[in-house]
């Protein structure tokens, strides 16, 4: 298996490569995350990403494209609702690592997003199984859920940057207003 995962982050990666490389899976990076706002952000995600690689030796593949207004005006189409821009936003990552792969030589894709508790499994399965098809390549689903407070303390030890909020520009102001689920404040814990 030649796998390509998309990454989130630093602390989202860890355990994720580390259940994978007990597998005997040694995958590479890939880093492609539009939706995150703002560009300090996504920069500071970023290079943390860059030093975990780094300090793992591990290869990683960056499509550098902050690209905030695309994001927006894709998720404009259907609504900023949280739930149905998650679609939107699961799918501009998916469909961009599966893309890669498939141009690179790779004929397995998944991604770091598997390891939150706050991200919809079911809906990241089904969108990668369908563009994984799509592209004649296999999207390994894995359940790192378990493993997300170990992977938090592990970047908090590695002192990686650490985020306090999914990325987007809806999930930021989520963090700040009094009047939303609470889920936010509840990934900053």
Known sequence: MKLLLHACCAP????CVGSLTTKK???TLFWYNPNIHPYT???SRLDALRQFSKDRDLPLTIEDEYGLQPFLKAV???DAEEGKRCIICYRLRLEKTALFAKENGYDTISTTLLISPYQNHELIKTIGEEIAAVHGIVFLYRDFRP???KGQNKARE?????QKYCG???????RYCD???????????
């Open 12 to 15: 989202c990666s860890i355990q």
């Open 25 to 27: 899976i040694l995958p």
């Open 41 to 43: 952000e996504y920069r």
């Open 76 to 78: 404009s189409i259907v």
């Open 147 to 149: 493993l997300f407070r």
């Open 158 to 162: 590695a002192a990686y940057y650490m």
């Open 168 to 174: 987007c520009i809806f999930s930021e102001e989520e």
């Open 179 to 189: 009047h939303c689920c609470g889920r936010c404040r509840q990934e900053s814990a």
